[in-house]
């Protein structure tokens, strides 16, 4: 059965009452007003003691962390501003609130003031007195453009579509896509960005043309690089080699790829969840031999309101991207399918 379709007057009756009663007008992807008094604290990482702590004149101060090694931006008042990772370019922000939701695969919510946006260089220890960094940041701090969750959650089911000056839809509902004859259970990655859009693509290592059967899907990985990649500038690569750029595969992603790895790959389960924040990439042992080989991915998307650490990915059950629970709860911690697979991290 293809799950996105079934029933759909019922489903549709479902998710617009539920979305009406998220937002009291309107059908959006997701919601940016909560009251304070429910409000969900994320893990700024394991280390709580600053190894440093640096004021400037601007009147903020700023504090260095370790696992992994990163910069704080604090306020006067000591409210944290911002989140810079060494060897990554994402960057924390926090912002008004937003509660990410998919009434139809699961009833959990995710609520974050926290804007995951990408930095013109990687992140290095004192940093933030280049003239680069406090240009970019004194925008970054106001900008309420879709930033890496936004646009994850625009190819979820409740999404509408959007298209270009072209005319070509570049987000919307995707689909996980065909699957190969030669690997029926899904772990192949067969659908990148282009086949979504329906492009031909050249990038510095490759060139590809995209299958007709593909347009409009994204696998694991594909959705990862239309968010990263295509939508917000990250540099791609066509092949699963080392080299500058996000490669195309998930296990390539998490051997050689770029930005810093937030825990090392042992073959078993990965527990350092105080480690992750939103946007974060997530890898998982998906095949038939459980270890430290790789066949899946996602994104990390905060803890939800049930306390959960939630993912979205594109996945064959769900027939594309979900945080929701079909197919096996979208959770890192507890004894789920997906949380006693997941191997590793990245923040890019």
Same mark, same amino acid.
């Given at each position: ?17 539920? $979305? ?6 309107? $059908? ?82 995710? =609520? ?26 004194? /925008? ?21 579509? /959007? /298209? ?11 689909? $996980? ?14 659908? #990148?960005?282009? #086949? ?8 510095? #290592?490759?060139?590809? /043309? ?8 994204? #696998? ?75 066949? =899946? ?44 697979? $997941? ?6």
């Amino acid at each position: 059965m293809n799950y996105r379709t079934y029933s759909q007057t019922q489903a549709a009756l479902v998710t617009l009452a539920a $979305f009406a009663l998220l937002t009291g007008a309107g $059908f959006v992807t997701y919601l940016v007003a909560r009251p304070s008094t429910d409000r969900i604290v994320l893990s700024l990482g394991a280390a709580a003691v600053p190894q440093s702590v640096v004021r400037t004149d601007t009147g903020y101060s700023y504090r260095r962390l370790s696992a992994p090694d990163r910069t704080q931006i604090v306020d006067a008042s000591g409210k944290v501003l911002a989140t810079m990772t060494d060897g990554a370019r994402t960057v924390h922000l926090h912002g008004p609130e937003r509660i990410f939701a998919e009434p139809r695969f699961t009833k959990a919510k995710v =609520h974050t003031d926290l804007w995951v946006r990408l930095a013109p260089k990687e992140w290095y220890a004192g940093a933030e007195q280049d003239a680069w960094f406090t240009t970019w940041f004194s /925008k970054a701090r106001t900008d309420r453009s879709p930033d890496v969750l936004g646009v994850a959650m625009e190819y979820t089911y409740v999404s509408s579509p /959007k /298209k270009d000056a072209q005319g070509r839809q570049y987000s919307g509902d995707a689909a $996980f896509g065909p699957l190969s004859d030669s690997d029926p259970d899904g772990r192949a990655e067969n659908s #990148d960005f282009y #086949d979504y859009l329906g492009v031909s693509w050249t990038f510095p #290592d490759k060139k590809e /043309k995209p299958a007709a059967a593909h347009i409009r899907s994204l #696998d694991c990985s594909g959705f990862l690089r239309m968010v990263y990649g295509y939508r917000l500038g990250y540099p791609l690569r066509g092949t699963n080699e080392a080299g500058p750029g996000l490669p195309r595969r998930a296990y390539a992603m998490a051997s050689v790829g770029p930005g810093a790895q937030l825990m090392p790959n042992t073959g078993k389960r990965a527990r350092d969840l105080d480690r992750l924040l939103p946007g974060d990439l997530l890898f998982f042992n998906a095949g038939p031999v459980q270890g430290a080989n790789i066949e =899946h991915s996602g994104m990390y998307l905060g803890v939800d309101d049930r306390g959960h650490h939630r993912f979205i990915s594109s996945r064959t059950t769900a027939n594309g991207p979900t945080m929701g629970d079909l197919g096996g709860e979208s959770t890192l911690d507890g004894t789920g399918y997906w949380a006693t697979r $997941f191997r590793t991290a990245r923040r890019i």
